[in-house]
């Protein structure tokens, strides 16, 4: 399936610090998006986009191409501000939450990440100093400790320029893994585990709800992932179109319907 991606907000936007930063509170966190327009050259893509995620969910974000899911995605981790409208993380506005805080907390993994030419134990443990029982267990939640201990030289292999060439599906994994060295209590994955066998990308999410207390935002591509999540977020035409558990909006949305043939249809091999 054909994806507009790529394209990333964080160069395009300076954003105003907070004044006053606010830390987030304790415990699992929530988020809302309230209302929520955003612009591209002048041209809206999401238009009112309304939903919550409650504390330790897992939800869904399903829609068609281009309709605005990672655009919607960096607006919860602040990479842009909406133009209208508000997101909140525990009730905190992302644009008065301190923003070291909110970038410990709501961690984001993309399609494509940066690997740097060290070795994997740091490109996982990066700048957090995170003990090596963090960052072999982060490695196995991302379901890459195992490929990762059949390389030449194991954690301490070099990979990236010059060093050991991963595959798309590894080098998604070990994304994965930085994010979560860092014990993120709101995680967002856009596309992040689309080169993933989807059997070990349903390992992955499974190991992710089993072994963290984290809400989970997945902008989701297969069936098998949709299937995970507790609930989806359907977004058409710039705003949340419908919103419940897969098998309620299946028989509601034809819209919705329509895309998990086609998800159907495409991993069956057919076009
Ligand atoms: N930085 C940008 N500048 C201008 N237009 C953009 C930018 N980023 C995205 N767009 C456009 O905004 C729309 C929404 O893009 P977005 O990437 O959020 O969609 P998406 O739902 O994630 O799509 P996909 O399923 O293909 O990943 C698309 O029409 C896209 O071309
Ligand atoms: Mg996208």
């Not at 964080?10 to 606010?22: D, G, K």
């Not at 238009?47 to 409650?54: A, P």
């Not at 644009?95 to 070291?100: E, G, K, N, S, V």
């Not at 805080?101 to 490109?123: G, H, M």
Request: overall charge negative; aromatic content about 4%; glycine content about 8%.
């Amino acid at each position: 399936m054909a994806r507009s991606g790529g394209r990333d907000l964080r160069t395009s936007v300076t954003l105003n610090p907070p004044a006053h930063p606010e830390e987030l509170p304790a415990g699992p966190l929530g988020i809302e998006v309230l209302g929520v327009r955003h612009l591209y050259d002048g041209v809206p893509i999401l238009d009112g986009v309304t939903f919550d995620v409650q504390p330790m969910e897992s939800v869904a974000i399903v829609g068609p191409t281009g309709v605005g899911k990672s655009t919607l995605a960096q607006l919860l981790v602040r990479l842009a501000d909406p133009e209208q409208g508000k997101v909140l993380v525990a009730g905190v506005d992302v644009r008065d939450a301190d923003p070291a805080a909110l970038r410990r907390d709501v961690s984001i993994v993309f399609q494509e990440s940066f690997l740097f030419a060290t070795t994997v134990r740091e490109n996982i443990a990066l700048d957090a100093d995170a003990a090596e029982a963090d960052v072999v267990r982060s490695a196995m939640i991302a379901s890459a400790d195992r490929f990762i201990r059949e390389l030449p030289q194991g954690y301490d292999t070099v990979v990236g320029e010059r060093g050991y060439t991963l595959s798309g599906g590894q080098r998604q994994r070990v994304a994965l893994a930085r994010a979560l060295v860092r014990a993120p209590r709101v995680l967002i994955l856009d596309d992040a585990t689309s080169s993933v066998d989807p059997t070990i990308e349903a390992d992955i999410l499974a190991a992710l709800r089993r072994e963290l207390s984290t809400t989970l935002i997945v902008v989701a591509y297969r069936l098998s992932t949709i299937r995970l999540a507790d609930r989806v977020i359907f977004l058409e035409d710039g705003v949340v179109k419908a919103t419940g558990p897969h098998e309620d909006l299946l028989a509601r949305e034809p819209g919705y319907a329509a895309i998990i043939h086609a998800y159907e249809r495409s991993e069956r091999g057919e076009r």
